[in-house]
């Protein structure tokens, strides 16, 4: 009986809390931003590169996404896009910054970073440093 009892007075108790809906925000990556390269000679008649930066999941086999090409990249910071926003999944990614040069037949790769697409990152930014400084900012938006 005092089962019964106590077992009567905690339902009601029970059925009183509030469900709070979990809030998902997906982050949808837009542009990314160099801030620095190592002052090198990257090709061979001494101009600079020719930067892009790819990302992929990193189970992925190949480089998914890829910003346009900002050529002979003299001045820094210098601002890349992606053709379209790419969604960040629960999942490791990596990001690599190349210096492209068309009568290569391999992308010479300058940086190479990993990270959380979902954890990481503040104020809709993920930096990466390399060097002691921040060389590579991606921006994203929260939806």
């Known amino acids: 009986m005092k089962r019964l009892l106590s077992l009567l007075l905690v339902i009601p108790f029970t059925s009183c809390v509030k469900e709070v809906p979990l809030e998902l925000v997906n982050k949808y990556y837009t542009a990314a931003e160099v801030r620095a390269l190592p002052v090198l000679n990257y090709d061979p008649d001494g101009s600079p590169p020719d930067v892009r930066i790819d990302m992929k999941r990193a189970s992925a ?3 998914e996404f890829s910003t346009n090409t900002v050529n002979n990249a003299r001045s820094f910071p ?20 190349v210096d492209e040069d068309l009568d290569r037949p391999v992308d010479e790769e300058i940086f190479f970073f990993e990270f959380h697409a979902v954890e ?4 809709n930014q993920i930096a990466f440093n390399a060097d002691g ?3 590579l900012s991606l921006k994203y938006n929260e939806q």
Do not use: M, Y
């Open 120 to 123: 990481d990152g503040v104020d």
């Open 78 to 97: 210098i601002f890349l896009t992606f053709p379209a926003e790419v969604l960040g999944t629960d999942e490791r990614w990596q990001v690599r910054i």
């Open 133 to 135: 400084r921040v060389v």
């Open 61 to 63: 086999n190949f480089w």
